[in-house]
């Protein structure tokens, strides 16, 4: 990963920064869900974040727009947007997330390094091939997030339908580089 992509930790913020600066800006950190909402950003289109500590270490983020990355969440930042696309990376990264966590040490609190994560494998199939499989994927994300949409159990099927899809779309064959055709 360290040759297509820079990893980089979120600035320091307290709980009570955020309550003393009430704002619209989500403040994305160690959770499945923002910490608070503050008045300023430290971030702009850089969407993907990987959790570095904590019960959801490895959880795989994607925040589009303006928001505030705290100290417990990697942004995980595409060096050359002509070979690789952040929704194509973002999507693999979440398809491997189990792996990603097993990069992680579990000596008291779990923690997972940069260097650690700089080390993991990337393909970099073909732009048309990926944005096929995003396209592909994006389809899915959208009928698998709108639990509106039908019944429970359609709703999980299409979710298990999307996550056997995402597995085959994003298998390959990762050669020394970390390319792949």
């Known amino acids: 990963m360290r040759e ?13 920064n955020i309550q003393n600066n009430i704002g619209i800006y989500p403040v994305i950190n160690s959770g499945k869900e923002p910490l608070g909402f503050i008045n300023r950003y ?3 289109n850089d969407p993907i974040g990987v959790t570095s500590r904590g019960a959801n270490v ?3 983020t994607w925040h589009e727009g303006k928001y505030f990355r705290g100290p ?12 690789l696309t952040k929704r194509f990376l973002y999507f693999y990264l979440l ?3 189990s792996g990603i966590r097993k990069l992680a040490t579990h000596h008291g609190i779990p923690a997972l390094n ?4 700089s080390k993991f494998k990337i393909p970099i199939p073909s732009m048309e091939k990926q944005n ?12 698998t997030e709108d639990i509106s949409v039908g019944l429970p159990a359609e709703h999980n099927a299409r979710r298990k339908q999307y996550e056997h899809y995402r597995g085959k779309l994003l298998k390959f064959k990762i050669l ?6």
Do not use: P
Request: glycine content about 10%; charged content about 20%.
């Open 176 to 181: 020394g580089g970390g390319n792949s055709n």
């Open 132 to 143: 096929h499989i995003v396209s592909i994927l994006d389809k899915f994300s959208i009928l």
């Open 114 to 117: 940069a260097s650690s994560l």
């Open 42 to 44: 430290n971030v702009e």
């Open 72 to 83: 417990l969440n990697y942004s995980v930042t595409i060096k050359d947007d002509g070979k």
């Open 4 to 16: 297509i992509c820079e990893i980089k930790t979120g600035d320091a913020i307290s709980k009570i």
């Open 58 to 60: 490895g959880y795989i």
């Open 95 to 97: 398809s491997n997330q």
